[in-house]
């Protein structure tokens, strides 16, 4: 499995930011590279989160409104353009659920 660095997290946060509402800025670098390490967890040598679905299955969301909703959108279409095959004829086939990325 391939995870996104804290690098590339803060692209794609920067990339959204500039498409959305919202406000450039981290308010706590410490939580986001705890999250970013956390699908890397292992127990007894076995993986916590074998795929991406395990993972945001363990992520607690509360109220979605319609500014949540767009920022999630982005953020699946940034997460799809950021995994998804490069060459084109393969990209075009690829569904995001492919990718383990469940729709909820």
């Known amino acids: 499995?391939?995870?996104?660095?804290l690098v590339e997290v803060l692209d794609l946060h920067r990339r959204i930011i500039e498409q959305s509402i919202g406000a450039l800025g981290i308010r706590d670098l410490?939580?986001?590279?705890?999250?970013?390490?956390?699908p890397r967890?292992?127990?007894g040598s076995e993986d916590?989160?074998?795929?991406?679905?395990?993972?945001?299955?363990?992520i607690r969301i509360?109220?979605?409104?319609?500014d949540t909703a767009t920022i999630y959108g982005q953020l699946k279409a940034a997460l799809f353009n950021q995994l998804?095959?490069?060459e084109?004829?393969?990209h075009w086939k690829t569904k995001i659920t492919q990718?383990?990325?469940k729709q909820n």
């Open 99 to 101: 990718m383990e990325i």
């Open 48 to 58: 916590l989160y074998p795929t991406v679905a395990e993972f945001l299955e363990d």
């Open 30 to 38: 410490g939580l986001l590279e705890s999250a970013i390490t956390q």
């Open 84 to 86: 998804a095959p490069k």
């Open 62 to 66: 509360y109220l979605v409104t319609e």
């Open 1 to 5: 499995m391939r995870y996104l660095t």
């Open 41 to 43: 967890m292992t127990f």
């Open 88 to 90: 084109k004829s393969k």
